[in-house]
């Protein structure tokens, strides 16, 4: 179960908001629309007059706060870049959820997708100057996509974070990457010389944190406003919001979790019952309700001193109902997140799952109390050219590698997984773990969880499994002595973060796969994993020989899988031979093993 690594970089994503706008830019005078240089993917069809936030003040007067209203977002999900991941369901998802609440608060919505570095710079550059001195609009803009850090904070130079463009190759092997990623000061400048009215940033990538922190920190809640508060001259000074979905130091999931969050404090939710949503609503909502998401990140919001002390005015809402919380009992502010897009399996766990495993086993002439059923695992490298033959030739049950790293895919994974089912095979699914500590965990459980993409997990199918064996820090330097990744704290809090991710994403106890060799020399035999069901390999004759066992790791006694050949030939598959892997436990133990 080895392969080659490949290097992972962090999932990025950009929010920002300008509102107050007031350039001089080209567009047609009935209608309004702008010309861009870069076409549109979608854009709202509604005038830009009819986009005007009104809002009726304590006195029963009706005043207009803005003229127009605009939302931009840059959706990149189809990357191709070597050494980035496309994740183009999670950006279709997002960018749905943003449009659709957008357009509720009555924004003119303007998509683009998948920009290329020359078509992104383009679209950033004619955003600030088309929309960016607009005067008395709003305007959300809104990123989604992949972000970079590069250098280091010990370094004269420091680090530079970047948007990456679809069309870039990782720095890995583009040293001209600088000369193509977007920076992220580049938006940070462009906040500050834009001559607008209110501006809102949010970020949901890899240490974006980082931006902040030159900048005053905004503290504490901001307190409950009268009706009509936001015409005060305070609130309608300039202002530079920023919030974003991780510190300077944290990794940022791609799941779209502050995506979800960020469109419930756009609603009704983030109101404080003032009938308002403002960017100070957005803050509060976001750093109160994501921590209780996710623990895996921690939000953050500034603002920049020079711009003033304003708010900008998201939109404006029915606060919920007060007496309904006296009614029930119950908080009538619980957030109600957007539901998370389908990312991984569509899990089918049925009650006919025993009969589905007991009826699959009794084929095989199985009974309950059979020992030493045979499985093998396989990968690309291993080319099925008959399941039917696999299944008959005594095998029941096989293990097919999903995943490695961050971003690498097996591309037979989906095409094995549907054969092995039809052909009446108990099925499991494993990711190869990498164990280099700049590569995300979260980022791996996403690469597993996106192979299954279309795909249904249920009835028959195995516990996932984590390869956690051997790894070589530098394939080109493979007889270098001690070249391989010792074992340390941060690595096994990754392959426990993973672990438990796969745990809650198929409701069942995943396996792990490794060697006692490695446990105990490399990985230095980690404490806490004791409840994950082993995976052991060991192909020594003496092991093998009648009543033999495996050599397990030190602090192990147990193991439920035991791979006793790397090199076995099988009916129906060509290429090199296969895993072979026993058992340890009876036909009516592994079947409970799929419940």
């Given at each position: 179960?080895?392969?080659?690594?490949?290097?992972?970089?962090?999932?990025?994503?950009?929010v920002?908001?300008?509102?107050?706008?007031?350039?001089?830019?080209a567009?047609?005078?009935?209608?309004?629309?702008?010309?861009?240089?870069?076409?549109?993917?979608?854009?709202?069809?509604?005038?830009?007059s009819?986009?005007?936030?009104?809002?009726?003040?304590?006195?029963?007067?009706?005043?207009?706060?803005?003229?127009?209203?605009?939302?931009?977002?840059?959706?990149?999900?189809?990357?191709?870049?070597?050494?980035?991941?496309?994740?183009?369901?999670?950006?279709?998802?997002?960018?749905?959820?943003?449009?659709?609440?957008?357009?509720?608060?009555?924004?003119?919505?303007?998509?683009?997708?998948?920009?290329g570095?020359?078509?992104?710079?383009?679209?950033?550059?004619?955003?600030?100057?088309?929309?960016?001195?607009?005067?008395?609009?709003?305007?959300?803009?809104?990123?989604?996509?992949?972000?970079?850090?590069?250098?280091?904070?010990?370094?004269?130079?420091?680090?530079?974070?970047?948007?990456?463009?679809?069309?870039?190759?990782?720095?890995?092997?583009?040293?001209?990457?600088?000369?193509?990623?977007?920076?992220?000061?580049?938006?940070?400048?462009?906040a500050?010389?834009?001559?607008?009215?209110?501006a809102?940033?949010?970020?949901?990538?890899?240490?974006?944190?980082?931006?902040?922190?030159?900048?005053?920190?905004?503290?504490?809640?901001?307190?409950?406003?009268?009706?009509?508060?936001?015409?005060?001259?305070?609130?309608?000074?300039?202002?530079?919001?920023?919030?974003?979905?991780?510190?300077?130091?944290?990794?940022v999931?791609?799941d779209g979790?502050?995506?979800?969050?960020?469109?419930?404090?756009?609603?009704?939710?983030?109101?404080?019952?003032?009938?308002?949503?403002?960017?100070?609503?957005?803050?509060?909502?976001?750093t109160h309700?994501?921590?209780?998401?996710?623990?895996a990140?921690?939000?953050?919001?500034?603002?920049i001193?020079?711009?003033?002390?304003?708010?900008?005015?998201?939109?404006?809402?029915?606060?919920?109902?007060?007496?309904?919380?006296?009614?029930?009992?119950?908080?009538?502010?619980?957030?109600?997140?957007?539901?998370?897009?389908?990312?991984?399996?569509t899990?089918?766990r049925?009650?006919?799952?025993?009969?589905?495993?007991?009826?699959?086993?009794?084929?095989?002439?199985?009974?309950?109390?059979?020992?030493?059923?045979?499985?093998?695992?396989?990968?690309?490298?291993?080319?099925?050219t008959?399941?039917?033959?696999?299944?008959?030739?005594?095998?029941?049950?096989?293990?097919?590698?999903?995943?490695?790293?961050?971003?690498?895919?097996?591309?037979?994974?989906?095409?094995?997984?549907?054969?092995?089912?039809e052909?009446?095979?108990?099925?499991?699914?494993?990711?190869?773990?990498?164990?280099?500590?700049?590569?995300?965990?979260?980022?791996?459980?996403?690469?597993?969880?996106?192979?299954?993409?279309?795909?249904?997990?249920?009835p028959?199918?195995?516990?996932?499994?984590?390869?956690?064996?051997?790894?070589?820090?530098?394939?080109?330097?493979?007889?270098?002595?001690?070249?391989?990744?010792?074992?340390?704290?941060?690595?096994?809090?990754?392959?426990?973060?993973?672990?438990?991710?796969?745990?809650?994403?198929?409701?069942?106890?995943?396996?792990?796969?490794?060697?006692?060799a490695?446990?105990?020399?490399?990985?230095?035999?980690?404490?806490?994993?004791?409840?994950?069901?082993l995976?052991?390999?060991?192909?020594?004759?003496?092991?093998?020989?009648?009543?033999?066992?495996?050599?397990?790791?030190?602090?192990?006694?147990?193991?439920?899988?035991?791979?006793?050949?790397?090199?076995?030939?099988?009916?129906g598959?060509?290429?090199?031979g296969?895993?072979?892997?026993?058992?340890?436990?009876?036909?009516?133990?592994?079947?409970?093993?799929?419940?």
């Amino acid at each position: 179960m080895r392969d080659r690594m490949w290097k992972p970089l962090c999932f990025a994503l950009a929010v920002l908001v300008f509102s107050g706008l007031s350039v001089a830019f080209a567009q047609n005078a009935a209608e309004g629309e702008i010309r861009w240089e870069v076409q549109p993917a979608y854009q709202t069809r509604i005038s830009f007059s009819q986009t005007a936030l009104k809002i009726e003040d304590g006195t029963g007067a009706v005043r207009q706060m803005y003229d127009e209203s605009h939302a931009v977002l840059i959706i990149q999900g189809r990357y191709r870049g070597h050494g980035f991941q496309a994740v183009p369901d999670q950006a279709a998802a997002s960018e749905k959820i943003l449009r659709e609440q957008l357009e509720k608060l009555n924004f003119h919505v303007i998509v683009w997708r998948d920009l290329g570095a020359k078509n992104l710079k383009t679209v950033m550059d004619e955003v600030a100057s088309k929309l960016g001195d607009r005067e008395n609009s709003r305007l959300f803009f809104y990123y989604f996509g992949h972000g970079i850090q590069l250098g280091s904070p010990d370094s004269d130079a420091g680090t530079r974070g970047f948007l990456v463009p679809v069309d870039v190759d990782a720095p890995s092997v583009n040293p001209r990457f600088r000369e193509s990623g977007f920076p992220f000061e580049n938006i940070v400048a462009t906040a500050n010389r834009i001559t607008l009215k209110h501006a809102f940033f949010a970020f949901e990538a890899c240490r974006a944190g980082r931006i902040l922190d030159s900048y005053t920190m905004l503290g504490g809640d901001s307190p409950d406003q009268p009706l009509g508060y936001v015409f005060q001259s305070d609130i309608q000074k300039s202002a530079r919001q920023f919030l974003t979905a991780g510190n300077a130091l944290q990794d940022v999931p791609a799941d779209g979790i502050f995506t979800r969050v960020l469109a419930a404090a756009l609603s009704p939710l983030g109101a404080d019952g003032d009938g308002y949503v403002t960017g100070s609503d957005v803050i509060r909502y976001v750093t109160h309700e994501l921590p209780k998401m996710t623990a895996a990140i921690s939000p953050r919001s500034a603002k920049i001193p020079l711009a003033g002390s304003g708010d900008m005015v998201m939109g404006l809402v029915k606060p919920p109902k007060k007496e309904a919380k006296a009614q029930t009992g119950t908080d009538d502010r619980k957030p109600v997140i957007p539901a998370a897009p389908e990312i991984g399996p569509t899990i089918v766990r049925l009650p006919s799952q025993k009969a589905c495993a007991e009826s699959i086993l009794a084929k095989k002439g199985v009974k309950d109390g059979s020992l030493g059923m045979v499985g093998i695992d396989i990968s690309h490298f291993n080319k099925v050219t008959n399941w039917k033959a696999v299944a008959e030739s005594g095998v029941a049950f096989v293990y097919l590698k999903a995943s490695q790293g961050a971003n690498l895919k097996d591309p037979d994974f989906k095409s094995n997984w549907n054969a092995a089912g039809e052909a009446g095979l108990l099925r499991g699914a494993y990711h190869f773990f990498d164990q280099r500590t700049d590569v995300s965990s979260a980022d791996q459980v996403n690469n597993f969880l996106s192979s299954f993409e279309g795909l249904k997990f249920g009835p028959c199918d195995l516990p996932p499994a984590l390869d956690w064996e051997w790894q070589q820090k530098d394939r080109l330097a493979r007889m270098v002595p001690n070249n391989f990744l010792p074992g340390d704290d941060q690595v096994a809090n990754n392959a426990r973060s993973i672990l438990e991710s796969f745990e809650r994403a198929f409701r069942m106890r995943p396996v792990v796969y490794t060697t006692k060799a490695f446990w105990d020399e490399i990985g230095r035999a980690p404490a806490g994993f004791e409840e994950y069901p082993l995976w052991i390999a060991d192909y020594s004759m003496r092991s093998r020989a009648v009543g033999g066992a495996p050599k397990l790791p030190s602090n192990r006694t147990r193991f439920v899988f035991w791979q006793d050949q790397d090199q076995f030939a099988v009916p129906g598959i060509s290429g090199p031979g296969v895993g072979r892997s026993v058992f340890n436990g009876t036909a009516a133990e592994l079947k409970a093993l799929t419940r």
